[in-house]
């Protein structure tokens, strides 16, 4: 099946530095990127959706100038967390939709993000 | 490694129908979710559920957790258009979470 890369997959930064994380679709083309947060024992959310060369669409209540996502190419989105503090330390998840089937959603395998 | 098994896998129902969607899990469920994505959209968070024999409602939709606590229903009253799309049930395993593969749910006027 297709597969989805994140990158890194741990990180660990101090507050008040960028952090960036990398998705990529490994074998197809992925018009559109979504990028989730979970918190600890708690549901993914919807933070935003990415298509490729347009600006992304933010979920209410999530900030588009901490969380800057760019998706420049169809096998690749990226998620900047700016300035990071310690409430943004979470566990991001990206998914990508197949060019070639527009309701089949693979996700990757998620980035720890810890933010002393 | 658990493993989250969704039936059916597609649905086709009458509008104003009943229906029921289920989610067994190979293994404990110690938080499972329910979401539901429609084509080519993000998955939207719609219930957790985490004690056994825990149910939980929102307009038209009701889910369920088993008392042993490895199998969830999903259950839909008097079926509308905008219920269709993909429901999805989620884990959280050892180190990531858990999908079901998605149950496409279709609801004919």
């Known amino acids: 099946g297709a597969v989805v890369s994140q990158h890194p997959s741990r990180v660990i930064c101090k507050s008040g530095t960028s952090v960036k994380i990398e998705c990529r679709s490994l074998d197809f083309q992925a018009t559109t990127m979504f990028w989730y947060r979970q918190f600890p024992k708690q549901s993914l959310m919807l933070m935003a959706t990415s298509n490729e060369g347009s600006k992304a669409t933010y979920e209410q209540g999530v900030e588009k100038d901490k969380f800057l996502i760019n998706h420049a190419s169809l096998t690749l989105s990226t998620l900047t967390v700016t300035s990071a503090h310690p409430e943004d330390s979470s566990f991001y998840i990206c998914s990508a939709i197949s060019r070639a089937s527009s309701y089949e959603q693979y996700f990757g395998p998620g980035t720890r993000l810890t933010v002393t | ?109």
């Not at chain 2, 429609?38 to 998955?43: A, H, R, S, V």
């Open chain 2, 1 to 109: 490694s658990q493993e989250l098994e969704q039936s059916p896998q597609s649905l086709i129902v009458q509008e104003g129908k009943n229906l029921t969607i289920n989610c067994t899990s190979s293994k404990t469920l110690y938080g499972l979710y329910w979401y539901k994505q429609k084509y080519g959209e993000g998955l939207i968070f719609l219930m957790m559920l985490q004690k056994g024999g825990e149910e939980k409602s929102h307009e038209k939709i009701t889910a369920k957790l088993d008392e042993k606590k490895q199998q969830s229903s999903l259950h839909i009253t008097a079926s509308q258009p905008s219920h269709a799309g993909i429901y999805l049930c989620g884990a959280d395993g050892a180190q990531k979470l858990v999908f079901g593969q998605g149950t496409r749910l279709t609801i004919n006027p």
